[in-house]
């Protein structure tokens, strides 16, 4: 509900004396008095379907230069993807890789060093001290609360040393008590994270007078720490071995990432090629991305007609951008930067295609073929096509001074000012019913007055004539 309209609820009478439907001749006389702010706020509703028709467009003409942009690269053509003969490594690649093959052998794959505890019961009757140390010497001195298993395991697996412990049954002794074993794991793979266990500080290990826990009687490495190898150019005097931490080599090609999940003897060959189903995309993208802003552009501006079922009567509506230059101008801008020739040849040589709707059509067939016969030649015209319409694309749709965005910015500053206006008008209009609810409100008290005259002096004119 409205000012005006609250107001006319709130303080609305009718003529006691006058018998007027005094609140009815007032909506009456408001409603005349509304119809400038009536258009107002009629033109604020069109202008604000305007700006959401702009901000649509232009952000459609914003994407179509994003795509333009990276189409436009020197090597936006160069996708590449790898494949491997074995199902023992896999490989991706990265925006870096380049065409190109490598074989080799897999010695092994990367483990992490697990240890079991000979059976106990407790680890001690108190707590006492315990030392992991990696080959490297570094060395994580772990002191449980107590001498409990439990407590030892919650120590060990809070600490930094690398190694997480599990509680494992190992049946009873003679007298029927309890046995556990302790399984310590390296949370990594890799040589490296290998370790050793002794009872005491790394000043006992230091001194040899600390106990080796997995060389005691019962106890056993049962994986040891290792790297995952695998050997280029195996059985050649070229042959060389390259290792790693984990199962995962990064630099046996430059931007391919192996990883390998078995040992063999059997070579496995990576082969990276050009993707030429990525490469179609990019091109492909490109007249996507134009025909989403000429179609948006084409249904905005179109005239259609709807006639009534009942009366038979004929409307037409107007598409919000019909007669927009600002749009119009930045259309065809595109459309022309899509269709320009790039060093005396057409986009149609490598499938761009424009047509007779003035839409553009990709031939995929077209560009394969220009790929396969030219990739310089066929990178360098969509490199020189993406570039003219990324220049139209960001003169229309940049966040600063793009033609579109600049006239968005205009119309949402109208907005703006007819809302002001609207404002004003509620209070002007708030006043001018209080006015009327005055005017009124005297009529009927001047009535009143003269009612009551009326009647005093019909009484006087009774009273002389029966005198």
């Keep these: ?279 179609q995309a990019v091109a492909s993208g490109l007249v996507d991305a134009l025909n989403a802003v000429t179609s948006y552009y084409a249904s905005n501006t179109g005239v259609t007609s709807t006639t009534s079922p009942t009366s038979g009567t004929t409307s037409t509506t107007a598409g919000v951008l019909l007669g927009d230059g600002t749009t119009r101008d930045a259309v065809q801008r595109l459309t022309s930067a899509m269709s320009t020739p790039v060093n005396g040849k057409s986009p149609s040589s490598i499938g761009i295609v424009i047509s007779k709707d003035g839409d553009f059509d990709f031939d995929a067939a077209a560009f394969q073929k220009a790929l396969a016969a030219d990739p310089a030649g066929t990178q360098a015209i969509l490199s020189g096509v993406a570039t003219t319409v990324s220049a139209a694309a960001t003169a229309a749709s940049d966040k600063y001074t793009g033609s579109i965005t600049t006239a968005i910015t205009g119309k949402q500053s109208v907005v703006k000012d007819l809302n002001t206006q609207i404002d004003s008008w509620t209070d002007r209009l708030t006043m001018r019913r209080a006015t009327l609810q005055t005017q009124y409100a005297a009529l009927e008290t001047s009535l009143s007055k003269l009612q009551s005259q009326s009647s005093w002096l019909a009484g006087q004119l009774s009273s002389m004539s029966g005198n």
């Design 1 to 279: 509900m409205s000012a005006t309209s609250a107001t006319s609820t709130s303080l609305a009478i009718d003529g006691l004396v006058s018998g007027l439907k005094t609140s009815d001749l007032i909506n009456s006389l408001m409603s005349i008095e509304q119809v400038p702010q009536t258009l107002l706020k009629s033109k604020v509703t069109t202008t604000n379907s305007f700006i959401s028709s702009l901000q649509t467009i232009n952000g459609l003409v914003q994407s179509l230069a994003t795509k333009a942009s990276a189409a436009a690269k020197t090597n936006s053509l160069d996708v590449y993807s790898a494949s491997s003969s074995a199902t023992n490594a896999t490989v991706s690649t990265s925006a870096s890789a380049t065409p190109g093959s490598v074989s080799f052998t897999v010695g092994q794959t990367a483990a992490a060093q697990v240890g079991v505890t000979a059976a106990m019961s407790s680890w001690g009757d108190t707590a006492s001290p315990l030392t992991f140390t990696k080959p490297d010497g570094t060395s994580t001195t772990v002191t449980p609360k107590s001498g409990s298993l439990d407590d030892t395991v919650t120590a060990i697996n809070g600490s930094a040393a690398g190694v997480t412990a599990t509680k494992v049954a190992a049946g009873t002794d003679a007298s029927g008590t309890k046995l556990y074993r302790l399984q310590l794991t390296s949370t990594a793979t890799g040589a490296a994270n290998g370790f050793t266990l002794h009872r005491g500080t790394a000043a006992d290990v230091a001194a040899g007078t600390a106990t080796d826990v997995l060389a005691e009687p019962g106890a056993a490495v049962v994986t040891r720490a290792a790297d995952a190898s695998v050997t280029l150019w195996a059985g050649t005097a070229a042959a060389q071995t390259v290792t790693s931490a984990t199962n995962a080599f990064s630099d046996l090609l430059p931007g391919v990432n192996v990883t390998v999940s078995k040992a063999s003897t059997d070579p496995v060959t990576i082969t990276v090629a050009r993707d030429t189903s990525k490469a």
